[in-house]
Structure formats: structure tokens, C-alpha cells
């Protein structure tokens, strides 16, 4: 961390969130934790709050003297019907809905600007720490023809359609497009390509890339790209080579495991910037 300033994770509770907490108060203990999600956390250090409880949130930080903030962790899309006024949010309804018409990625760029509106400093997960990050040595180098096709492919396709704010993950095989993510995340995106490849009779041969990347537009301060030992297992599982990101905008969960999970299984995983 480049500094010991104490800071607010903002987000849901989830496992890449939790270890970022844990890793925050190795370097400063006022660090707090606002969880957005229903799943209440008992922790001195975690608040728990509805999403749109905005002036509790904004006194919170207050509060513990915190001006950076961090975005970090799944937040479950919110019904609008159930906003309630607090005083704060109110004003800021017109806004998000209309960011609400435009897609998640909007939504969280509007949140954003309503923090920095109010003197808060939003940051990013790799200003914190760099070991949720892969390096340049730890990626494999993309001497594959075949891989390569599949990875500028899905690149190319992935560019496209950011445009329309649904997707981060394609699955391509031999040049064929087998599988976009769709709303149901990477993990489920992964079980189709399972069902698709044993449908066709493709799993007796290990073919084809998981590709990763951020949205084209997208703030690179919030909702990255998101891997972990499960998403390896899941790769293995539907016999892919392996898997391909930006590794300066792909948050790892548990880094050193999925080094090693894709040394053991020879699973490739490549810098899809290059």
C-alpha cells in the first residue's frame, strides 16, 4: 500500500472483499468495512447497511474520519421500489434513476460521482494492494496460433458489445464462439461450456480460452473482473487450455493457489493486453 491512510471498502461482503479487508488493516486498523448486501456481518469494524441509506453511510465515514474510499464486492442490483427517503438520497434520485435505464455500468459511475461530489476520494484496488494482481513473469506468453485466435477474438467481441453494459467473459474453441456471459456470472458461464462441449463430443480434447477483460468504457476504480481457484477448477472442468485477462485490471483471489492449480493441470493463463 502506498500509504497507511485508513480507508472505507464499500461494496458487498464477499470472499475477494473479505481478504482486501483483511489486507487494508495490516496497514491501518481504523480501516472500515460498509457492506450493502442483506447478509448482516457482525464485526466491529463492518456496518451494515440498505443501499440506499445514504446519510448513515456518509456519517459513518464521517464519523471515523475517512475520505478514500474503495468500491470492491458483488452488490445485489437493487429494487428501486424499496428506496426509502433519508434525507440524502433523495436528491440524488433523478440521477440514478436514469442511470438505472442505462445499465450497471452507468449505475456505479453515477454512485461514484455522487461520493466525489461529497469530498470523498475514490480509489483503486491496485492502489492498495498489488498482491491481489498478477505480474508480467507470472503469465504465460501467447506463442499458441490457435490461442491466439481465440483470444482476439473474443477481444474483438467482447469490445463490441461493451457498448450494451452485459458482458466481461466469452468462451471461444478453435475460432468458435461457444458462450457469452450473461447474467448468470462466469462461474455458470463455465458450466454451459461444460454442457456445450460434452454435447458435442468435445471434451475428449483440451481446446478453446476463457477470456476475461473489462467492459471497453468502463471505470477501471470498480466492478473488475474477478478470478479464483474456483474459476480454474471450472476452466479444467469444461477442458480448456486456460484463461485470458489484464492482468493490471483482474482482481485474483487467492493468487498463490491459482498459480499453482494451473502449474499442476497445465493451464494457461495469459496477458490478453499484449
Do not use: W
Not at 145 to 170: C, T, W
Not at 187 to 207: G, P
Amino acid at each position: 500500500m502506498k500509504n497507511n491512510q485508513s480507508l472505507a471498502i464499500i461494496g458487498g461482503y464477499d470472499m475477494i472483499s473479505k481478504a482486501f479487508f483483511t489486507e487494508c488493516k495490516k496497514f491501518n486498523d481504523n480501516s472500515i468495512f460498509i457492506n450493502l448486501n442483506n447478509n448482516q456481518i457482525k464485526n466491529k469494524k463492518i456496518y451494515n447497511f440498505k443501499i440506499f441509506q445514504l446519510k448513515k453511510i456518509f456519517e459513518t465515514l464521517k464519523i471515523n474520519k475517512i475520505k478514500n474510499l474503495l468500491f470492491l464486492g458483488k452488490i445485489n442490483r437493487p429494487n428501486l421500489s424499496h428506496f426509502k427517503n433519508d434525507g440524502v438520497i433523495e436528491k440524488y434520485i433523478p440521477l440514478l434513476l436514469n442511470s438505472y435505464q442505462q445499465g450497471d455500468g452507468k449505475i456505479l459511475s453515477s454512485v461514484l460521482e455522487i461520493f466525489t461530489q461529497n469530498g470523498f476520494k475514490i480509489i483503486s484496488p491496485r492502489e492498495v494492494s498489488k498482491s491481489f494482481f498478477f505480474n508480467s513473469e507470472e503469465l504465460d506468453k501467447l506463442n499458441s496460433d490457435n490461442d491466439a485466435i481465440d483470444v482476439d477474438k473474443s477481444k474483438k467481441l467482447l469490445n463490441e458489445i461493451s457498448k450494451f453494459d452485459n458482458a466481461q467473459a466469452v468462451v471461444c474453441v478453435s475460432g468458435y464462439i461457444i458462450a457469452i456471459e450473461a447474467a448468470e456470472g462466469t462461474d455458470n458461464l463455465l458450466n454451459r461450456v461444460f454442457d456445450v462441449r460434452k454435447n458435442l463430443n468435445q471434451l475428449k480434447f483440451k481446446a478453446g480460452i476463457l477470456v476475461k477483460i473489462p467492459k471497453k468504457s468502463q471505470s477501471k476504480l470498480v466492478d473488475l473482473p474477478v478470478i479464483g481457484l474456483k474459476t480454474l477448477r471450472l476452466i479444467k472442468k469444461a477442458n480448456l487450455n486456460g484463461i485470458a485477462i489484464y492482468p493490471k485490471h483482474t482482481l485474483i483471489h487467492e493468487k498463490r493457489k491459482v498459480l499453482q492449480y494451473a502449474k499442476k493441470y497445465e493451464l494457461k493463463i495469459y496477458d490478453a493486453a499484449q
